[in-house]
């Protein structure tokens, strides 16, 4: 596992590469998108694991912080949308220097699904396959969640909230600052924003009956895509801040995602 | 401000980012932070991030840092137990910064378990002259737990009630050598040796801040408890002691943070 740094030296992204196991490898990489703010915190370790896996089974991985995210250069206010999507593009193009030219699956969860799908509509030949698990097709139900989040986290966390923060301010996500430029990103993340989205072969991973999952299904076969739909459902909270009383690496997760990305390659 | 991410420790194992200010060298002493609990390095809601950077831009390097296997560390070949391991861990991070950084004096800062960890290696490491604890160990008085009832009358009554319901019905259901892993494996000295072990701290030369949050209610709660529960020590009036109501446990909203960031920075200028 090789921690580094990427990218123009006025926005360096943080980036992990696991390098594929010698005995086993594959000519096949893949490229984890974290969610946004507090799920990128609570996938961390998730992430983690599964990058371990897929390395073992011979397969490059890159874990990488989007701008003004994570260990990655620039404020929480620095990060949005369109920033994110290229920076997944450069992520891109690292990995593929470093596995040397394998093709290359790309795995985005929630808001980290739906940047990797925008990207793909930028660069659809790039990503070998493009995997999504709950991408998020509505912004504003997503900052109505996130909202909602946040009150539940200081609940949680004061137990009686002090009256200064009984109002929570329209720029804040549990813990994360959202700039005018997000925010007003996330209000046009709407499923019509999201037609011309295409890949060589595209999965989708949700609970069954997942609102957002079947507008990119639907936008992705409008394009041609190959779309294959896996219902998984889960007990885990993205945005918990602890792990509570769910598994913070979802081991069945993990799982499902491993066989997708790399068929029959469980170490 | 230049962050560099790192690999260190005897295996390699351990994982984090070296924070140096811009421009001119570092100041003689440089910053440990820590992880709390299972949060990776960048701390909740990135504060470790937020405070390196104000830290580097006061001049002071930092390392923030994942605990073998924690985060992005891997689990080092080792037959230490997970609290002296976090000691080796820190004093890994304290030879990796004397040898990139050229600094030999460190203030180690941490939440929660970060601020355990941090306790136990003031106490086996020289090197350490500051202190830095974010809910660490509270020792409530009889008036936390007279303000622990008024306080949560002013709440609204559910908020009140439910905590205090919760951990009932959980006490009831676990049995009594579980309850330090159901507070989160947290086994906190006695009050004595607490003492005992701060006032050798202090007459070390150690400087230690000791922040309470508005999440400690039911064990601290006003501003003078800490000098109170330790009246008669002679650290009481030398540790800095700061209850801070409007900040929470994981340092959530974004006022808080600042608040957070504005107190360390403050201290911090004990050690420039």
């Not at chain 1, 997503?142 to 989040?149: K, Q, S, W």
């Not at chain 2, 701390?43 to 390196?52: C, D, M, S, T």
């Not at chain 2, 943070?257 to 420039?272: I, K, N, P, S």
Request: aromatic share 8%.
């Amino acid at each position: 596992m090789t921690p580094f740094r990427f990218g123009p030296s006025q926005r360096q992204l943080f980036g992990i590469h696991h390098p594929a196991s010698p005995g086993h490898a594959r000519r096949t990489a893949a490229l984890l998108c974290n969610p946004f703010g507090q799920e990128a915190v609570r996938t961390h370790r998730m992430f983690r694991v599964l990058a371990d896996r897929l390395a073992r089974a011979g397969v490059h991985v890159l874990r990488f912080d989007y701008h003004g995210t994570g260990d990655s250069s620039g404020d929480d206010t620095d990060g949005h949308l369109e920033a994110w999507r290229n920076d997944v593009l450069l992520a891109h193009q690292e990995l593929h220097r470093r596995s040397m030219g394998a093709a290359i699956t790309w795995v985005g969860a929630r808001l980290g699904a739906t940047i990797a799908a925008l990207a793909a509509r930028q660069s659809p030949d790039l990503p070998d396959h493009l995997i999504l698990w709950e991408p998020l097709a509505d912004g504003p139900a997503y900052l109505g969640a996130m909202a909602e989040h946040h009150r539940h986290a200081l609940v949680q966390s004061f137990g009686v909230v002090p009256s200064v923060h009984q109002h929570t301010p329209s720029r804040e996500a549990m813990g994360f600052e959202l700039s005018d430029l997000l925010l007003e990103e996330f209000r046009h993340l709407t499923p019509a924003s999201l037609a011309g989205i295409q890949a060589r072969r595209a999965t989708l991973i949700a609970p069954p009956h997942d609102h957002g999952t079947a507008v990119f299904a639907d936008a992705l076969r409008a394009q041609g895509t190959p779309v294959t739909t896996v219902n998984f459902h889960h007990g885990f909270d993205w945005a918990s801040e602890e792990a509570l009383n769910t598994a913070l690496v979802p081991h069945e997760a993990v799982t499902l995602l491993a066989e997708h990305i790399v068929p029959a390659a469980q170490p | 401000m230049n962050e560099i991410p790192v690999t260190f420790g005897a295996e390699r194992h351990l994982i984090g980012t070296l924070a140096l200010p811009e421009g001119n060298p570092p100041a003689r002493t440089a910053f440990v932070l820590l992880n709390a609990g299972v949060v990776h390095r960048i701390g909740p809601h990135r504060i470790n991030v937020k405070l390196a950077r104000h830290l580097a831009g006061l001049g002071f390097a930092s390392l923030r840092f994942d605990l073998s296997g924690q985060g992005d560390s891997r689990v080092p070949v080792s037959t230490l137990d997970f609290a002296q391991q976090a000691v080796a861990d820190i004093r890994a991070a304290m030879d990796h910064l004397a040898r990139t950084a050229d600094v030999h004096r460190f203030v180690i800062a941490g939440i929660c378990s970060g601020a355990d960890n941090g306790w136990n290696t003031a106490q086996a490491d020289p090197r350490v002259v500051g202190l830095c604890m974010l809910d660490g160990y509270a020792y409530p008085t009889p008036k936390t737990r007279w303000m622990r009832y008024r306080l949560r009358a002013r709440g609204p009554i559910l908020s009140a009630v439910l905590p205090w319901l919760r951990r009932k019905w959980a006490a009831l259901r676990t049995p009594k050598e579980d309850m330090v892993q159901a507070e989160g494996g947290r086994t906190p000295p006695s009050r004595e040796a607490y003492a005992r072990t701060m006032q050798s701290l202090v007459d070390r030369g150690v400087e230690v801040c000791v922040v309470y949050t508005g999440s400690m209610l039911s064990v601290y709660n006003y501003a003078e408890q800490y000098r109170e529960a330790f009246a008669g020590h002679g650290f009481a009036t030398r540790v800095r002691s700061e209850y801070q109501p409007n900040i929470d446990h994981t340092v959530t909203p974004l006022s808080a943070q600042q608040r957070l960031l504005g107190l360390v920075g403050d201290w911090a200028r004990t050690f420039a």
